[in-house]
């Protein structure tokens, strides 16, 4: 019987991140199905790249993040944690201070993903160092776009700005946060919105479970 060719990665420099996924969701996902979230992921990247220097090493951590959100919703993983998903025009401003301020504020108690549905080539500087002045750790953060499976793992999904691009699946809470946009804003404001999101932070941890 023949066999079905494994998806090709568009960048041979993959190859070595596709071995590592493998091996780390061996037993829940064939080598297949790792390949091609990577090498989709790496094309979404792709495509809105400027700079293509960290390409390979973000598509590799971009599939992580969707292998497991996949495990999650497949019931291959234990569950516990509450699921938040922060969802914005560019993943370049508000999406990526509202994740990072949630995950300094809440620890361990929630897993925290943020996207963009037409995202940015690169978070914007102002928004690093207004998070860095809360004392969040942004230093890894990089626009995403919005994939089906983070979307359906999320219990809970807070839209920032980009109106009905969202897709609305049944079964999640969707909350939506009117924070002006930082885009081209000079650093007082920037603090000024980081603020306003922390606030909506503060709410949301009294609704979470402890």
Not at 36 to 50: E, I, M, T, W
Not at 136 to 164: F, H, N, Q, S
């Amino acid at each position: 019987m023949p066999t079905t060719p494994s998806p090709a990665l568009p960048d041979d420099r993959l190859a070595a991140g596709a071995a590592r996924l493998a091996a780390r969701y061996a037993g829940n996902f064939g080598p297949e199905t790792v390949l091609g979230l990577l090498a989709d992921s790496y094309r979404q990247l792709a495509a809105h790249a400027r700079i293509r220097t960290h390409l390979v090493v973000l598509s590799e951590r971009l599939a992580a993040e969707r292998l497991d959100a996949l495990a999650h919703t497949q019931g291959l993983t234990a569950g516990g944690r509450t699921r938040v998903l922060f969802v914005c025009s560019h993943n370049a401003g508000r999406s990526q201070m509202a994740a990072a301020l949630l995950a300094l504020r809440a620890g361990d108690r929630v897993t925290v993903s943020s996207a963009g549905t037409h995202p940015a080539e690169e978070v914007a500087p102002l928004i690093l160092q207004a998070l860095t002045e809360a004392g969040a750790e942004p230093a890894d953060a990089y626009p995403k776009p919005l994939t089906e499976e983070v979307v359906r793992a999320a219990d809970i999904v807070i839209t920032m700005g980009c109106g009905d691009a969202c897709p609305l699946l049944a079964g999640k809470q969707y909350l939506d946060w009117p924070v002006a946009d930082p885009d081209q804003a000079p650093i007082a404001v920037v603090r000024e919105i980081r603020d306003a999101i922390d606030a909506y932070i503060t709410t949301l941890l009294t609704r979470l479970p402890s």
